[in-house]
Nanobody
Framework: VQLQASGGGLVQAGGSLRLSCAAS????????MGWYRKAPGRERELVAE???????AYADSVKDRFTISRDNTKKMVYLQMNRLKPEDTAVYYC?????????????WGRGTLVTVSS
C-alpha cells in the first residue's frame, strides 16, 4: 500500500500548482483522501480533505484558493492551488483512510515540497 504524491515545485507568489496523489495496492480500499502540509517550525496541518461522501473540509487559510478533487476509480486525489502565497510554502502530504483486508487503515505519502517565492 503506497501513496505517491507529485506536482510540487517552485512557483512565484500568485502562481498555481496542481498536486496529484495516487493510492496503489489492490488490498487497500480507500474511503477518504486528503492533503496536509507541514511548514518549517510548524505543526502539520490539514489543508483539505474529503470528510465523507462529497463533503470537503478546507483550512481557513486556503479557502477560495485551493480546490480538492478526486477520481475514485483511479484512487487519486488532486489539489489545485491558486493564488499561492509565500506562507503556503511547506511539504504537502497525501493522506488516505480506508481498509486493508477489512481492517481500518490510515496511509501517508512521503510528501512533495511546494516553495512559493515572494
Amino acid at each position: 500500500v503506497q501513496l505517491q504524491a507529485s506536482g510540487g515545485g517552485l512557483v512565484q507568489a500568485g502562481g498555481s500548482l496542481r498536486l496529484s496523489c495516487a493510492a496503489s495496492g489492490t488490498i487497500f480500499s480507500v474511503n477518504t483522501m486528503g492533503w496536509y502540509r507541514k511548514a518549517p517550525g510548524r505543526e502539520r496541518e490539514l489543508v483539505a480533505e474529503y470528510t465523507g461522501g462529497d463533503s470537503v473540509a478546507y483550512a481557513d487559510s486556503v479557502k477560495d484558493r485551493f480546490t480538492i478533487s478526486r477520481d475514485n476509480t483511479k484512487k487519486m486525489v488532486y489539489l489545485q492551488m491558486n493564488r499561492l502565497k509565500p506562507e503556503d510554502t511547506a511539504v504537502y502530504y497525501c493522506n488516505a483512510h480506508g481498509t486493508i483486508l477489512g481492517a481500518p487503515a490510515e496511509v501517508w505519502g512521503r510528501g512533495t515540497l511546494v516553495t512559493v517565492s515572494s
